[in-house]
T-cell receptor, first 113, second 114 residues
Framework: GQQLNQSPQSMFIQEGEDVSMNCTSS?????WLWYKQEPGEGPVLLIA?????ELTSNGRLTAQFGITRKDSFLNISASIPSDVGIYFC?????????????FGQGTILTVHP | EAQVTQNPRYLITVTGKKLTVTCSQN?????MSWYRQDPGLGLRQIYY???????DKGDVPEGYKVSRKEKRNFPLILESPSPNQTSLYFC?????????????FGNGTRLTVT
């Protein structure tokens, strides 16, 4: 089936640094979603992207929908300790329905104070 | 408080002993789904339901069953659990998948099958 490949798999950074991660697919997606999972909890939606080239921000987070529709990027500026967690990209398959939703493997972020 | 509630949070069982993980949402959401999370593999969809009495397979449905007899509940059933079903399971719901409403996840059920 369709797969989403996230990079990097893990990151160890110092507080205050900027973070960049990406998600790529061999297939076109019409929607890209970015979720964050904190320890012991379920994922929470951070940003949703609906159009190729779209750039959307949520506080210190910025995500972009790649022009080719086969990739997406998430940036975190001036990281803080509470940014720790697993970041997942996701996209619905089968047209515009959320029915079948594919997730990437996740990027584990560790922030050292 | 709007939430997705899974029970139990932790479960240890033996191979072959039928079990059910319950999932309930209080947001009147039409869409519900089950995922399993394994290290290095991310979240993989097991089953989903677009509405009452409508269910469909995700990517890894083998060994699992679901039912959606009422809108708020979407139990996950393992008729004969095996050790390869040891995993962290998440239930999620959204208002209406066609409107791209965000998924709300439960806090997970950690299942160990020995």
């Amino acid at each position: 089936g369709q797969q989403l490949n996230q990079s990097p798999q893990s990151m160890f950074i110092q507080e205050g640094e900027d973070v960049s991660m990406n998600c790529t697919s061999s297939s076109i997606f019409n929607t890209w979603l970015w979720y964050k999972q904190e320890p012991g909890e379920g994922p929470v939606l951070l940003i949703a992207l609906y159009k190729a080239g779209e750039l959307t921000s949520n506080g210190r987070l910025t995500a972009q929908f790649g022009i080719t529709r086969k990739d997406s990027f998430l940036n975190i500026s001036a990281s803080i300790p509470s940014d720790v967690g697993i970041y997942f990209c996701a996209g619905p398959r089968g047209g515009t329905s959320y029915g079948k939703l594919t997730f990437g493997q996740g990027t584990i972020l560790t922030v050292h104070p | 408080e709007a939430q997705v509630t899974q029970n139990p949070r932790y479960l240890i069982t033996v191979t072959g002993k039928k079990l059910t993980v319950t999932c309930s949402q209080n947001m009147n959401h039409e869409y519900m789904s089950w995922y399993r999370q394994d290290p290095g593999l991310g979240l993989r969809q097991i089953y989903y339901s677009m509405n009452v009495e409508v269910t469909d397979k995700g990517d890894v449905p083998e060994g699992y069953k679901v039912s959606r007899k009422e809108k708020r509940n979407f139990p996950l059933i393992l008729e004969s659990p095996s050790p390869n079903q040891t995993s962290l399971y998440f239930c999620a719901s959204s208002l209406n998948p066609g409107t791209f409403s965000p998924l709300h996840f439960g806090n997970g059920t950690r299942l160990t099958v020995t």
